[in-house]
């Protein structure tokens, strides 16, 4: 059977019977795309909001990202690193001229979580420390080493034990981090503004003192932008606090939904990695490579940085002026958005995708917006019609 022609129920017993039952789907398969829309398996549109978790950052089929892929696929889509590559070294020097100053090295590899895993490796070798400190809510992926940064139980307890050892803190907590960080602390390790945690932007103060504090004992700063890379209104989240981490981690957005992940270094942690020290074989392939140019080229050519910034700002007023009853606070900056509910979340996203709008939760109360940010004041109506009418 050709995609495209099944209904909703062959592709979900397809799904059912032979995947293992690891997500709470909905009742939609997504089967097309385009611009900020998304198209289901009956024709139903959807305007999008949460663009797949905050990676399909130019909207869905994207003429110009498609034609490049298209030529990158018919030029050379795979490669090792073992081996230079053109499209690579282009994409090195447009993060070059991006990067936060001093972090002059980029490891590629295919995942958040992975990009992670590169970064606790990294800081291990660096400071010959074992051990991490993270905050309470923060979110790092889930594989082995990214989920023990990880700190939601939820995730965690069935696979204890985990290692590195670390120890989480409450956010937004200077004291608690200056009590944390210790001789055998590596790194500490925090989102600029947590994410799946919900939507909870970090202070400027708080990022100053973890820059101070990782000063004074020999530890390292990440700064995980894995969601907040390339949504806040500049490339980089922890940009406006004046503060430079050690290590910079990203990828949701990056490829504009080509699976890549990055992690940034200074000069001092790089010369530390051991030649062979670390690996991927897919990683910084051509096809990733140009998917992530022509991404980050299109963000800056069509002046996409400074439209989320005006959109998610009138979004945020929008919300805040509808002085709904169910609203306790709406958070966040540029195309990263939370809105606390005094209530589960649940009943509001069921309600916002009946009125054809896809939102994702970030935590029990909290529901949020990723959209991409191709979106104009026609997209704001929209959603803020469905929002009016769930919310008031
Ligand atoms: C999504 C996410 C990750 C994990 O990325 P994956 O690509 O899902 O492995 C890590 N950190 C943050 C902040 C994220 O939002």
Redesign the pocket.
């Known amino acids: 059977m050709a995609a495209g022609t099944m209904t909703l129920s062959d592709i979900q017993r397809l799904e059912n019977e032979h995947q293992p039952p690891l997500y709470a789907k909905r009742e939609i398969a997504l089967v097309r795309g385009e611009g900020p829309y998304l198209f289901d398996s009956d024709g139903r549109r959807y305007l999008d909001a949460m663009s797949n978790?905050g990676v399909a950052i130019l909207g869905h089929a994207d003429p110009e990202y498609a034609a490049a892929m298209a030529d990158q696929l018919r030029t050379l889509a795979t490669g090792h690193q073992s081996f230079y590559s053109d499209v690579r070294a282009e994409l090195l020097g447009e993060l070059a001229a991006i990067a936060p100053a001093g972090l002059t090295r980029s490891f590629l590899s295919n995942?958040?979580?992975?990009a992670?895993e590169a970064a606790l490796k990294f800081a291990r070798v660096a400071t010959g420390r074992p051990n991490l400190v993270a905050a309470k809510r923060g979110?790092?992926?889930?594989t082995l080493g990214?989920l023990a940064v990880t700190a939601d139980q939820k995730y965690r307890a069935p696979f204890e034990p985990l290692a590195p050892a670390t120890v989480h803190v409450s956010f937004n907590d200077a004291d608690a981090l200056d009590a944390a960080v210790g001789d055998d602390t590596a790194a500490i390790l925090l989102?600029p503004i947590q994410?799946?945690g919900g939507i909870w932007p970090a202070s400027t103060e708080y990022l100053q003192a973890a820059r101070r504090i990782a000063d004074e004992r020999g530890a390292l700063l990440i700064a995980?932008e894995?969601?907040t890379g390339f949504r806040t209104g500049e490339p980089w989240a922890i940009t406006p606090s004046g503060v430079t981490p050690d290590i910079l981690v990203t990828?949701?957005a990056l490829a504009n939904g080509f699976p890549i992940?990055l992690t940034m270094c200074t000069e001092a942690i790089s010369e530390a990695i051991p030649s062979g020290g670390h690996g991927t074989t897919f990683g910084a392939n051509p096809l990733a490579c140009r998917a992530a140019v022509v991404t980050l080229r299109a963000l800056r050519d069509r002046d996409l940085y400074a439209q989320s910034t005006r959109i998610g700002q009138a979004i945020m007023d929008r919300l805040t002026a509808l002085d709904s009853p169910k609203i306790r606070q709406v958070r966040g900056r540029g195309m990263m958005i939370g809105v606390e509910l005094k209530e589960r979340v649940t009943p509001t996203l069921r309600g916002l995708q009946e009125r054809g709008v896809l939102v994702l939760p970030a935590g029990a109360t909290t529901f949020r917006l990723l959209p991409p940010l191709v979106w104009e004041s026609e997209q704001i109506d929209e959603f803020m019609e469905a929002a009016t009418q769930v919310l008031t």
């Open positions: 978790y995942s958040g979580a992975e992670i979110y790092h992926g889930r990214a989102e994410g799946e995980d894995i969601q990828a949701k992940g």
